[in-house]
C-alpha cells in the first residue's frame, strides 16, 4: 500500500490575529453584487497583482454565488458570470499569504471603486473568521469605537457541530451585537457590515475556565451510629 504524507498547515495553529485589510488562512470576506453591469476584479498577494479577471453581472440566468480560493488563483486573466444581487466569496486555503480585493464597477465614464478591503468592508459586506485555539479573543473595529468578544473553548459533552456558524452584527459607530459571543474550536463567527468597517480580530489569552467542568463526586462524612437505648 502507498504511503501518504500528511501536510500540516500549520498558520492555522499558529496565528494569532485576523485582519479584515489582509486576507489571510481562517478568514474569508463575501461581497455582494446588487447591480448589473461589468467589474473589474483584482487579487493582490502582498504587494504583488496575482490575479484579474472580468466580471459580468446580469439580471438573470447566471449564478448566484462564487467561491474564489485566493492561494489557488492563476495569474490568468479570466472572466466570471454572476447574477445580479449575488455574491464572490473570497477566502485562503493555505499557506501564509496576505492578500487584498479590490473590484470596480466600470461605467460609461470611469472605474468607481467597490471594495478594497485594505481599506474597509463596505456596507452590506461579510467578514468571516474561523478560530482554532481555544481562549478569549478581542474584536475590534478599527475605525470606530466598537468592540466585543469571542469566547472559544474546547468541545464538551455536547453536540459539536463546526459548521454551525454564529453572527454578529457591526452597526452605528462600529458597535456589535452581540458584544460577546461563545462558540467552540473550529466553528466561525461572521460579521455583517451595515455601515463600511475595517475589523481585528486578536487572541488574548488562554480561558482555562472556558473548558467543560469536571464533576466530581461529592464526599459526605457518616456521623458515628448511636448504641440504642435500653
Not at 42 to 58: L, T
Not at 142 to 155: D, K, M, N, T, Y
Request: hydrophobic share 40%; aromatic share 6%.
Amino acid at each position: 500500500m502507498k504511503r501518504k504524507n500528511v501536510v500540516l498547515n500549520r498558520p492555522v495553529f499558529a496565528q494569532r490575529a485576523f485582519d479584515s485589510r489582509a486576507l489571510t488562512v481562517l478568514t474569508a470576506l463575501f461581497h455582494r453584487f446588487p447591480e448589473a453591469g461589468d467589474y473589474d476584479l483584482k487579487i493582490w498577494q502582498d504587494e504583488r497583482m496575482i490575479h484579474r479577471a472580468h466580471v459580468r453581472v446580469s439580471a438573470e440566468g447566471t449564478p448566484a454565488q462564487l467561491h474564489l480560493d485566493l492561494a489557488a488563483l492563476g495569474e490568468m486573466a479570466e472572466s466570471y458570470l454572476l447574477a445580479a444581487g449575488g455574491v464572490i466569496g473570497f477566502y485562503v486555503s493555505r499557506g501564509i499569504g496576505r492578500y487584498r480585493v479590490e473590484i470596480a464597477q466600470l461605467t460609461r465614464r470611469e472605474k468607481v471603486v467597490r471594495l478594497d478591503n485594505s481599506q474597509v468592508i463596505p456596507e452590506g459586506d461579510l467578514f468571516a473568521v474561523t478560530l482554532v485555539r481555544p481562549g478569549i479573543y478581542r474584536v475590534l473595529q478599527v475605525e470606530g469605537r466598537g468592540e466585543g468578544e469571542i469566547h472559544v473553548r474546547l468541545p464538551g459533552k455536547e453536540r459539536y457541530r463546526p459548521d454551525q456558524v454564529t453572527r454578529v452584527t457591526v452597526g452605528k459607530e462600529g458597535v456589535m451585537e452581540p458584544r460577546v459571543v461563545e462558540i467552540l474550536a473550529g466553528q466561525s463567527v461572521v460579521f455583517w457590515c451595515t455601515i463600511p468597517a475595517s475589523l481585528r480580530v486578536e487572541w488574548v489569552k488562554a480561558m482555562e475556565e472556558l473548558e467543560p467542568p469536571i464533576q466530581r463526586p461529592r464526599l459526605t462524612r457518616r456521623q458515628p451510629r448511636q448504641p440504642a437505648q435500653k
